[in-house]
């Protein structure tokens, strides 16, 4: 169980790598939000929240998808190790979730006059939050951890079959109501932001999976040291 | 396959016959919608064209919960008394063993139902004895079984029991609950265009089931 | 190696290397097992060695974390629907319906196996564990030790090739330990394998041809009881096992 040297040095240089990479990134974004781009005329300052939105809620879709199949392959092979990165991308998709509600509701104050609406989207992603979280609550209510991992990888996937049903659900129920969006014409985006907004992606991406691997590392080290406690005892 | 069915079959009656004898399940189901909608009404305060807006909702709320609280005790009844074990002893294909619980689910959630919704149009005055109605309410009550079934037969093995159920099954049937209560809506104003609601059901339903049948057998072993 | 299931396979129980972890405790710790065909095995332990977990694992109601185990030649991952209708179960749970009657619990669980002539079959279990008289009562209304008497019928309605029993003698009275000990022994039936778990050191002797011990999920001791008296057996246990039975 415990780590060779080789591996434990190969896995502390790539993390090193990504932590950097992340650090470099993240500085380079904020520079290309607040200064490169142009700032929007109507909406303002606000709408440079938006560069952030979309690059959580594509990691957040990013984790659950990678939730989705791992849970597929747990199933047909179980294995700890498959269990802890299922684990680890569901809490980085719940906690860029959560950034994606905030951001939204930040940006829909000044714009919708309300922290809080019930829109179709931000419906759907306020119970992909929900599922998700019930995901990872799961395991601390079954006692044998190992139908513990089953069970989470049965929600892992029900939940992320569910997640396109639930959203045409809500979209076909909000068109009953008033709308309360101005769309924005997307089309008439500056290149300069279209590049942010991918630029942003990437770098989320880079940061989610320097989180991931360090959950993970974190869980084995845990593991072994509980190991190590029942074996000396 | 034909030993299959004789299974099914077998195991549905059992469960059919328990409940006449123990009778606590339906009787539970039963008084706790009953009770609901009155509740619904006297905390709502409802009357005028109020009702015709948030009736459906309350209906499909008092099933809903009502449902969850009977499927909940179907696992919990052969886990505690250790039953569960027998049955999967048995040489039964897990999915066939899913398919008769789903069953004897669906049978008792019809029962609560034949009761409720006549009792709901005469409380709420709202005509939900036609056809349109128990279309929505069939393919609404297969999908929160089908689900229920199965996150149930989870909870069984839990710590949390019961409390786990509508944490498991709330979040994931909402396209559900919503495509039951405007269905249901849509019936009682007449409304004939609108979202394929009932189309939504059933793909619901259909996907739901697929999957469950092949996912049952990790949700139910040891 | 013969064809599964036929009547030529020789080892009716074949377990390597199973371990079962309950979080960071090992609950069955690399149990190895070898069980010919109408062979009778007494499998002794302290509360807490692993003993039902044991018998859960080779019921297929448990999934071991590791290791394999086959049943006349079948494996319990591939086949395990074929694993499960050689095998005949009871455990500290009678698994009856408190509801039903002895004879309606016999004949739903008939019903699961398919089997053919179910009713003669049913009638004739009843009678053999001394329960005919009040076979109409629901299962409630019995006693502990009449229920266990049941739950060894149910045990038998599909005629398994192996019997797993953990704790059998629980509840029962001297003249139903007789019939138990002529069940085991296939005296009032035909003889078929059995693992048999008990505290009772003189019932693992006299009723099992081997005895083994069960320590903290390993198993640390085999022998044939013929080799053995009961003062030599109660000297293995309390150095293997610590604690006097
Ligand atoms: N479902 C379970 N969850 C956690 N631990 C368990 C579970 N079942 C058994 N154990 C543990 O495994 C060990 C072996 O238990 P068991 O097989 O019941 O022993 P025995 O039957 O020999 O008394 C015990 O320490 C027990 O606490
Ligand atoms: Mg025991």
Redesign the interface.
């Known amino acids: 169980m415990a780590l060779s040297k080789n591996e434990g040095g190969a896995r502390r240089w790539i993390d090193d790598v990504l932590g950097v990479a992340t650090l470099i990134g993240m500085v380079v974004a904020l520079w290309l939000i607040f200064i490169y781009t142009p700032m929007e005329l109507v909406q303002g300052a606000v709408q440079k929240v938006f560069y952030i939105h979309l690059a959580s809620i594509w990691n957040a879709y990013l984790g659950f998808l990678i939730v989705f199949v791992v849970s597929i392959l747990y199933l047909w092979r179980p294995s700890a190790r498959k269990d802890r990165i299922a684990r680890a991308w569901a809490e980085v998709g719940v906690v860029f979730t959560t950034i994606t509600l905030v951001s939204g509701s930040i940006w829909a104050k000044p714009i919708w006059g309300t922290y809080w609406t019930w829109d179709a989207r931000l419906t759907s992603t306020l119970i992909l939050w929900i599922i998700y979280v019930v995901y990872l609550m799961l395991r601390g209510f079954v006692g044998d951890p190992e139908r513990g991992r089953r069970y989470a990888a049965i929600v892992g996937i029900i939940g992320f079959i569910d997640v396109p049903i639930v959203h045409m659900s809500v979209r076909w129920w909000r068109t009953l109501h008033p709308d309360p969006i101005v769309a924005t014409s997307e089309a008439a985006l500056p290149a300069s932001m279209w590049y942010t907004v991918l630029y942003c992606i990437v770098v989320f991406t880079v940061l989610a999976l320097f989180l991931v691997r360090q959950r993970v590392h974190i869980d084995e080290l845990r593991e072994t040291l509980v190991d190590l406690r029942t074996t000396s005892s | 396959m034909k030993?299959t069915l004789?299974?099914v079959?077998?195991?549905v009656q059992?469960d059919l016959?328990?409940e006449m004898?123990?009778r606590d399940l339906l009787v539970l189901m039963l008084t706790f919608a009953v009770l609901s909608l009155v509740i619904f009404y006297l905390a709502l305060d409802l009357w005028g064209p109020v009702v015709q807006r948030v009736g459906p909702g309350l209906l499909w709320m008092t099933i809903t919960f009502a449902a969850m609280l009977g499927m909940g005790r179907t696992f919990v009844r052969e886990y505690e008394?250790?039953?569960l074990?027998?049955?999967?002893?048995?040489?039964?294909?897990r999915g066939a063993l899913f398919i008769s619980k789903l069953l004897a689910n669906l049978i008792f959630l019809f029962i609560m139902e034949a009761v409720t919704l006549p009792m709901f149009a005469l409380l709420f005055d709202l005509p939900v004895l036609n056809p349109a109605v128990m279309l929505a309410t069939l393919l609404g009550t297969l999908g929160l079984a089908i689900?229920g079934t199965?996150f149930s037969a989870?909870a069984a093995?839990?710590?949390?029991r019961e409390a786990?159920l509508p944490?498991?099954l709330l979040?994931?049937t909402?396209?559900i609950i919503?495509?039951a209560v405007?269905a249901t809506s849509n019936a009682i104003s007449g409304v004939a265009d609108?979202?394929p609601?009932i189309g939504?059901l059933i793909?619901?339903d259909v996907?739901?089931l697929t999957?469950?049948y092949l996912?049952f057998e990790?949700?139910i072993?040891? | 190696m013969a064809d599964p299931g036929t009547d030529d396979v020789d080892t009716a129980v074949e377990v390597q290397g199973i371990t079962k972890r309950y979080g960071a405790q090992a609950a069955l710790d690399q149990v190895d097992l070898c069980l010919g065909c109408n062979e009778r095995l007494a499998v002794l332990g302290p509360n807490g060695a692993g003993k039902t977990t044991l018998i859960a694992v080779l019921a297929t109601l448990v999934r071991p974390s590791a290791g394999t185990l086959r049943v006349m030649g079948f494996d319990s991952a591939d086949a395990p629907n074929e694993v499960r209708r050689r095998i005949g179960v009871v455990a500290h749970q009678t698994y009856l319906y408190e509801e039903l009657s002895a004879r309606e619990n016999l004949l739903f669980y008939g019903r699961l196996y398919g089997m053919p002539d179910l009713e003669a079959r049913v009638e004739m279990l009843l009678k053999l564990v001394d329960i005919y008289p009040r076979r109409h009562e629901q299962i409630a209304n019995l006693s502990r030790g009449m229920q266990q008497r049941v739950a060894l019928a149910r045990a038998l309605v599909h005629d398994p090739d192996v019997l797993l029993l953990d704790e059998p003698d629980t509840g029962l009275d001297q003249a139903h330990l007789d019939l138990l000990a002529s069940l085991v022994q296939g005296r009032a039936i035909p003889a078929r394998t059995v693992i048999l778990t008990t505290h009772n050191l003189d019932r693992a002797l006299e009723l099992c041809g081997r005895v083994a011990v069960l320590a903290q999920g390993r198993l640390v001791y085999q022998a044939a009881s013929a080799a053995l008296d009961r003062a030599a057996l109660r000297d293995a246990y309390h150095r293997l096992a610590g604690a006097a039975p």
């Open positions: 030993l004789q299974q079959l077998a195991i059992k016959m328990v004898r123990a008394r250790g039953t074990a027998g049955l999967l002893l048995a040489p039964i294909d689900l199965m989870m093995h839990s710590r949390a786990l944490l498991l979040p994931t909402v396209p919503i495509g405007q609108g979202p609601w939504l793909a619901f996907i739901f999957l469950s996912l990790h949700a072993e040891g």
